[in-house]
């Protein structure tokens, strides 16, 4: 038997006890995970660290009030406790009609480059030499940086069941380092990061994240204060990856159907200039957040989420689908949340160079949180890391600035999508320009 | 847990540690959510495992397993000498650890109500009580109420070849009201929350009006909130908001690990006079049930009142037993672990500034146009930099002296030091109730940070309107 067939097999017999003891809907998600991490700290090697766990999850529905257990390890008793736990708690959930049914079983394409044997097959001094190569090459691109950071591999896998006959099981792999690199020169400070990642290690360059780390701080030397003002603002890919995850996962339908969320009575409407288009696609062959099902069972289908900026589609999980009257989407976690995945904006005309040429005043956000409130859309963000642009040129990095306006506000004066984009793993991350934003500044 | 704890420190030892900790340990947590009438999830979680670290040489190896068991925790050990053993060539800093005095203790909290021993039927009542509150307090305007609660027990043993083994038992309660609102063309939340080093007293403790009524009053408020003005002002703190200031912009600048690695803009500061002299910053894990508290860290240093600044002038920082090795300090018991899968890190606990001496009147007096900036919500900082941000859920103009209008949720942003020495009045009243789970190097610890009203000049305000 297969470790796959173990945890489905698993995962079937609670489904098959939870049902005994009244559980009207159940599916139960149970797995393994293994971890090597080499942390860096000080320009050096500061510890290496490993895991191993087991979990699993069960949820239970009766009347539609659900029960949720989730238990670490791999104690028969445990596992037993957690079944009679999930089933107690439905039984004590106020009743759900809006709860329909959990989903049934569906074939789904197989997503390919999910596992990589090589990643897999790493050891402890695989990765250790992983993280002397950054040191090395950010120490010799810029002696007396300081570098920070972590070099890190999972490997897991697992399986879901459900009292509706669903039957899955995944494996995956990943892998990614992350870099800090802090240069001081007098007063001045420099700092910036970079990462790297993927489910195959031979989708990374891993040994030349540092270096990458030490030009961006670098380039964040001699930052000025700048004057409060309107500008216009260029979204590089790491803030424009930000801001268009945080717009897609408000589109989630718990969401709207509650009446919480900026996008509420918004479906079928413009909300952003033509310029946008974003497709949600989990099956992008090697992307990080892709898979053949959800958390819940259903099969993945990419899903246009902002159409020429019109809100075309919102996200469903298996409840929110059934309130509608609709198919879930895909976007179902075990817990009952809803997550978006791969994020696909569709490319302009002009690359990212051409669109900042044209700003005559403006900033460059190079990476930030750009964080909306979930009601009412209301944008203060602050410019972690970005430049002043006059003239077409960047002139300097920004200290103390900020951002501030709505999202609703912000998207129909969103002008112009790059024709080229930063390209990670399952996602695509491209320039965006939004005209007329409010910046407060320290001058 | 205590025979698995000590025989693996005994073959750590016989193998060649310099020096090893376990941590053995088993969590139960049950949570509740209520929403619009519903109670819509209950859920419950367990977990056991171990964890064991290592220093080998000149490097630290770390290994967990979900499990108890013997075999197990022998597996965990190979892996952690193995780990250190296979990164030591690269290390540059090499590790080190102050002197222990071995601690045997019993630590058993006990909460007035434990977590566990109040039905989930009960629980549920309380929350639909809060909520049937807010939804009164906020009539029509209500569009959606979520109340959640959640407690979980944690036991512990901690054991080092020192000889230390400290027995532990400690559990935690949190309960948040958040009120959704709209006045038909707008959409705004308002939430409320507590947390204690306790158990489900919590709900017995709190009211629905502390709780729902309050947070229903925000979201109400905010609909009629004109959005807030962009550019540098003076800002009125309140006590929440400066929590977030001594937690985000100084507390974490205050981490030993980060002022060691060069990383602090705290580094080489250490006697300095970085504030106005009515400004005193602790960290202090001994306040009974706040919820950052505890007897022990992570690594069994009894935990303590830990002077930041005092009188304006930097007098510490927080240590591990490594950081008060490599800074010749006394450990400070700053030490934390989420779990037993992590690895101890320097950590704050429950951080405030003292009160000061100035009425909350006085310090409006002195303010010509400026921002009363409330309800404390979230912050972050980049210590390298210096550099903080703090979200307040509300604010209100402060104009010739005088509250003036109501505006909307709104994040400042400035830098450390500069905003320490601009704070030009301590107030003298105090409130520390902001309960949170602070995050760093993906390990989340229970803290709270609170103060008196403070006053700070030259402050950046990321509103919406350039007015």
């Known amino acids: 038997m297969t470790s796959t067939d173990y945890y489905l097999n698993l995962c079937a017999d609670c489904v098959k006890k939870a049902v005994r003891l009244g559980a009207e809907w159940c599916d139960v998600d149970a797995g393994t995970s293994r971890d090597i991490s080499v942390t860096i700290e000080k320009s050096g090697i500061k510890a290496a660290d490993a895991g191993q766990g087991e979990d699993l999850a069960i949820r239970c529905f009766i009347r539609g009030g659900m029960g949720y257990a989730a238990v670490s390890g791999r104690d028969t008793g445990d596992i037993g406790e957690a079944v009679a736990r999930a089933v107690a708690l439905a039984r004590e959930a106020t009743p759900d009609p809006d709860f329909k049914r959990l989903p049934e079983p569906e074939d789904a394409p197989e997503v390919e480059g999910l596992f990589d044997d090589a990643v897999a097959g790493m050891s402890v001094e695989d990765v250790v030499r992983i993280a002397a190569a950054n040191l090395e090459a950010g120490r010799a691109a810029e002696p007396g940086v300081i570098l920070s950071g972590s070099i890190g591999l999972t490997v897991g896998e697992g399986a879901l069941a459900s009292s509706t006959g669903v039957a899955v099981t995944a494996r995956g792999t990943s892998i990614e380092g992350v870099i800090e690199a802090l240069i001081r020169r007098g007063e001045d400070t420099g700092y910036y990061y970079e990462f790297d990642f993927g489910r195959h290690r031979a989708d990374c360059r891993l040994e030349a994240v540092a270096e990458a780390a030490v030009a961006g701080a670098r380039r964040f030397l001699g930052a000025r204060r700048i004057s409060s003002g309107r500008r216009t603002v260029v979204l590089g890919p790491l803030a424009s990856y930000g801001f268009l995850g945080a717009l897609v996962s408000a589109a989630n339908a718990e969401s709207i159907q509650r009446g919480r969320g900026y996008l509420c009575g918004k479906l079928g409407q413009a909300i952003a200039s033509p310029h946008l288009t974003i497709v949600d696609d989990a099956l992008v062959p090697r992307g990080l957040k892709s898979g053949a099902h959800d958390g819940e069972g259903t099969r993945h289908r990419p899903l246009a989420v902002i159409e020429r900026g019109v809100l075309a589609s919102l996200l469903h999980n298996s409840y929110t689908a059934g309130k509608a009257g609709a198919a879930s989407t895909g976007h179902g976690t075990h817990g009952g949340g809803i997550s978006p995945t791969n994020l696909r904006p569709a490319l302009g005309a002009r690359p990212a160079a051409d669109l900042l040429r044209e700003v005559a005043e403006g900033i460059y956000l190079e990476s930030g949180e750009i964080r909306p409130d979930p009601a009412s859309g209301d944008v203060s963000a602050s410019i972690d890391f970005g430049f002043y642009i006059k003239d077409g040129r960047v002139q300097y990095p920004v200290e103390s600035a900020m951002l501030g306006g709505s999202v609703l506000d912000w998207l129909p004066r969103l002008d112009a999508v790059s024709s080229d984009a930063r390209e990670e793993p399952g996602l695509l991350m491209p320039t965006l320009r939004i005209q007329d934003v409010q910046v407060a500044g320290a001058e | ?467």
């Open chain 2, 1 to 467: 847990m205590e025979d698995l704890a000590r025989y693996v420190c005994d073959q750590a030892r016989r193998r060649g540690a310099a020096f090893a900790d376990v941590r053995a340990v088993h969590r139960r947590a049950e949570s509740v959510l209520v929403q619009d009438g519903r109670a819509d999830k209950l859920s419950s979680a367990t977990d056991r495992g171990i964890g064991v670290r290592v220093l080998v040489g000149r490097c630290w190896g770390f290994a967990s397993a979900d499990s108890l068991e013997r075999s197990r925790a022998d597996r965990c050990l190979d892996d952690a000498l193995a780990l250190a053993r296979a990164s030591e060539a690269f290390v540059t800093d090499p590790a080190a650890i102050a002197h222990v005095e071995p601690v045997q203790a019993e630590d058993r909290c006990e909460p007035e109500v434990p977590p566990g021993s109040m039905p989930v039927r009960e629980k549920i009542a309380r929350l639909l009580e809060y909520e049937r509150a807010a939804r009164a307090e906020g009539g029509s305007a209500v569009v959606n109420s979520v109340v959640t609660y959640s407690d979980g027990q944690r036991d512990q043993v901690l054991a080092n070849t020192a000889g230390t083994l400290i027995r532990s038992s400690g559990s935690r309660a949190v309960c948040s009201c958040m009120i959704v609102a709209s006045d038909g063309k707008i959409l705004q939340r308002g939430v409320e929350h507590r947390g204690i080093a306790g158990g489900a007293e919590l709900l017995r403790r709190t009211t629905p009006e502390e709780l729902g009524v309050r947070a229903a009053a925000k979201a109400l408020a905010l609909l009629k909130a004109k959005p807030a003005p962009a550019g540098r002002f003076t800002v009125l703190f309140h006590p929440s908001i400066t929590g977030l200031l001594v937690h985000e912009a100084l507390g974490h600048n205050a981490e030993a690990d980060a002022v060691w690695a060069g990383e602090s803009i705290l580094e080489g500061r250490l006697g300095d006079l970085l504030a106005a002299p009515g400004v005193s910053i602790y960290d202090d894990s001994t306040l009974a049930g706040a919820f950052g508290s505890y007897a022990y860290d992570s690594e069994g240093t009894a935990g303590r009142r830990r002077p930041i600044i005092e009188n304006g002038r930097l007098v510490g920082f927080l240590h591990s037993l490594e950081t008060a090795a490599k800074f010749q300090a006394a450990p400070t018991g700053s030490a934390r672990a989420a779990s037993y899968d992590c690895r101890p890190i320097v950590r704050m606990t429950n951080t405030f500034m003292a009160r000061g001496t100035v009425p909350f009147a006085g310090m409006l007096a002195g303010v010509e146009r400026g921002v009363y900036l409330e309800d404390g919500h979230w912050g972050y900082v980049f210590v390298q930099k210096g550099q903080f941000i703090c979200h307040a859920g509300r604010a209100r103009m402060i104009e010739r002296g005088r509250l003036g209008e109501p505006l909307r949720n709104v994040s400042i942003s400035s830098m450390t030091l500069d905003t320490l020495k601009h704070i030009d009045a301590v107030g003298d009243d105090f409130e520390m109730r902001m309960p949170g789970m602070c995050g760093k190097q993906g390990q989340a610890a229970p803290t709270d940070c609170g103060g008196p009203h403070v006053r700070v000049r030259e402050v950046v305000v990321g509103g919406q309107d350039g007015a």
